[in-house]
C-alpha cells in the first residue's frame, strides 16, 4: 500500500512550458484534490475530484487543469507556465470528500520552479 | 465563510519546554477540525483530529480540543522533543463542502 504518490519530486520549466504533474493513489479513495504550498500562505486548493469523471474548482484554479478518468489517478496540468506558479504542489486524497470528519492523505509534493 | 487563523511563527523551544499553538475559526455549519504536521521535505500528515464540540482529539503527546464557544483548537504539548521540529498546520472541513481550510501554518524548532 503505497498511499497517495507523486511525480516527479523535481522540476524546472521555462515560462510559457506545458507539464503534468501526476498524482496517484492506491487507497480507493473517491475524493482526490491539488493544493500549492507558498510561505506564509498555507495551502490553497487548486482542484478537486469527488469521483472520476467529476472535477470542480478550488480557491486558486486559474493557469491549471485537471482531469480525473479513473479513481486512482488525478493529473495537473499547467498549459502555459508562468513565474507565479513557482509553488510546492501537494496531492491528496479521502475516502469521499461528503464526511468533513474523512481524513486527507497527502503525498510528498513537487517542487516547481518555473524560470 | 469558512477560514482558520493560527498563531504566527516561527517558534523556537527548548526540549522538555511546554507548547501551545492557537488556532481559531470560522465556519458556516458544523465542522470537523484537524492538526497536520509536515516534517521537512514531507507531506503533511494528520496528527490528532476533532468533530464535534469538546472533543479532545491526541496523539503522540499532542491534544488539542475543540471549543465550540471560543471557536478554538488549540494544539498543546507538556514536554517537546526536538523530533518534534516541523511546521504544523490547522485545519478545517465543513459538511458538503468537499474542501478543506488550512492556516498558514506554524514551524517550531525544538532546540537540544
Known amino acids: 500500500n503505497a498511499g497517495v504518490t507523486q511525480t516527479p519530486k523535481f522540476q524546472v520549466l521555462k515560462t510559457g512550458q506545458s507539464m503534468t504533474l501526476q498524482c496517484a493513489q492506491d487507497m480507493n479513495h473517491e475524493y482526490m484534490s491539488w493544493y500549492r504550498q507558498d510561505p506564509g500562505m498555507g495551502l490553497r486548493l487548486i482542484h478537486y475530484s469527488v469521483g472520476a469523471g467529476i472535477t470542480d474548482q478550488g480557491e486558486v484554479p486559474n493557469g491549471y487543469n485537471v482531469s480525473r478518468s479513473t479513481t486512482e489517478d488525478f493529473p495537473l496540468r499547467l498549459l502555459s507556465a508562468a513565474p507565479s506558479q513557482t509553488s510546492v504542489y501537494f496531492c491528496?486524497?479521502?475516502?469521499?470528500?461528503?464526511?468533513?470528519?474523512?481524513?486527507?492523505?497527502f503525498g510528498p509534493g513537487t517542487r516547481l520552479t518555473v524560470l | 465563510g469558512n477560514s482558520v487563523t493560527q498563531m504566527e511563527g516561527p517558534v523556537t523551544l527548548s526540549e522538555e519546554a511546554f507548547l501551545t499553538i492557537n488556532c481559531t475559526y470560522t465556519?458556516?455549519?458544523?465542522?470537523?477540525l484537524f492538526w497536520y504536521v509536515q516534517y521537512p521535505g514531507e507531506g503533511l500528515q494528520l496528527l490528532l483530529k476533532?468533530?464535534?464540540?469538546?472533543d479532545k482529539g491526541s496523539n503522540k503527546g499532542f491534544e488539542a480540543t475543540y471549543r465550540k464557544e471560543t471557536t478554538s483548537f488549540h494544539l498543546e504539548k507538556g514536554s517537546v522533543q526536538v523530533s518534534d521540529s516541523a511546521v504544523y498546520f490547522c485545519?478545517?472541513?465543513?459538511?458538503?463542502?468537499?474542501?478543506?481550510?488550512f492556516g498558514t501554518g506554524t514551524s517550531l524548532t525544538v532546540i537540544p
Open positions: 476533532a468533530t464535534k464540540a469538546d
Open positions: 465556519a458556516t455549519g458544523y465542522p470537523s
Open positions: 485545519a478545517l472541513s465543513v459538511s458538503g463542502g468537499n474542501q478543506f481550510y
Open positions: 491528496a486524497s479521502s475516502y469521499s470528500g461528503v464526511d468533513p470528519a474523512d481524513t486527507q492523505y
